[in-house]
């Protein structure tokens, strides 16, 4: 399919794009890298009047390490965070999830901020921003304000964005010290959508699981520390929290599956595990 006829507004700095979007409102999208958007358009799941195309927009493209966070700007793609020297060191788990995101050449286009907007349940980088805490900072003509991860995720493909807010930047803590950070996902092929992802950290005091691509948006479970024997238990406890559903690439019961084994791996490698106890129940 083609997507409905639509006016093309090219906006030259934030200020165009949020002065375009209070006054189309609900009528006006923002493109950035466009890899979540123009799938859409073509199956005329959103048929917006105008595109505002931010790609340009050099006050957007940036990477701000300071005061304990990874601030990146909506212009800014997934390559050039993936290709930073130290982003090993400073957000770890971005540094594990990238390489998991579709193929090469959509990172090269697509952007951090369009895949947190666009709020896909099986994304990576969503579930990443979740599982640590971070934050969404919006922007409209005359205000901004900033949303922490789970206020800002309302389900799938929703999320509190009013229709004149521009998601201007989005915000990963870096990496505490002493914590551990792991990443892993199941997808039918590389570059797939996720049936199941998971993300893991561990630190002094608390473990903290994530989950994608089985509820309706990133779900995050946090407990204090606890032995690997009772792991297996709380991890089971959290599958079935999720609510998993039957659908055409995956049945409920292979969901929770990969929720209990993919998660007692992460949490093992958080905490240093190499026994491979607590394997999950059946389904």
């Known amino acids: 399919m083609k997507p409905q006829a639509f006016d093309y507004i090219r906006a030259e700095c934030a200020q165009d794009a949020v002065e375009a979007l209070a006054e189309l409102g609900a009528d006006g ?3 950035a890298g466009g890899q979540s958007l123009m799938a859409v ?16 927009a050099s006050d957007l493209d940036y990477v701000k390490v300071e005061k304990g966070w990874m601030t990146i700007g909506a212009a800014t793609t997934q390559a050039s965070i993936e290709w930073r020297k130290d982003l090993a060191a400073e957000v770890p788990m ?24 666009h709020a896909d349940p099986s994304a990576e980088l969503p579930l990443v921003l979740a599982a640590l805490g971070g934050e969404v900072l919006l922007r409209t003509r005359r205000k901004r304000r900033t949303l922490p991860a789970p206020d800002f995720f309302q389900g799938m493909l929703m999320t509190a964005r009013a229709p004149d807010e521009l998601v201007e930047a989005v915000r990963y803590p870096l990496a505490a010290q002493g914590a551990r950070y792991a990443f892993d996902e199941f997808s039918s092929r590389h570059g797939d959508f996720a049936i199941a992802s998971v993300a893991a950290v561990a630190d002094e005091r608390q473990l ?44 409920a019961v292979f969901r929770r599956h990969l929720v209990r084994t993919l998660g007692m791996r992460v949490l093992h490698e958080v905490m240093g595990a190499t026994d491979g106890a607590g394997r999950p129940e059946d389904a």
């Open 41 to 56: 358009l073509n199956m005329r799941l959103a048929q917006p009047a105008a595109l505002i195309d931010i790609s340009r």
């Open 208 to 251: 903290t699981l994530a989950v994608g691509g089985v509820a309706d948006r990133p779900t995050v479970q946090r407990w204090p520390r606890m032995p690997a024997a009772d792991m297996a238990a709380a991890v089971n406890d959290f599958a079935w929290q999720l609510d998993a559903q039957d659908d055409a690439h995956a049945t």
């Open 29 to 31: 999208r923002i493109l």
């Open 94 to 117: 971005l540094a594990q999830a990238i390489p998991f995101i579709s193929h090469f050449q959509i990172r090269n286009r697509g952007t951090v901020c369009g895949s947190v907007a």
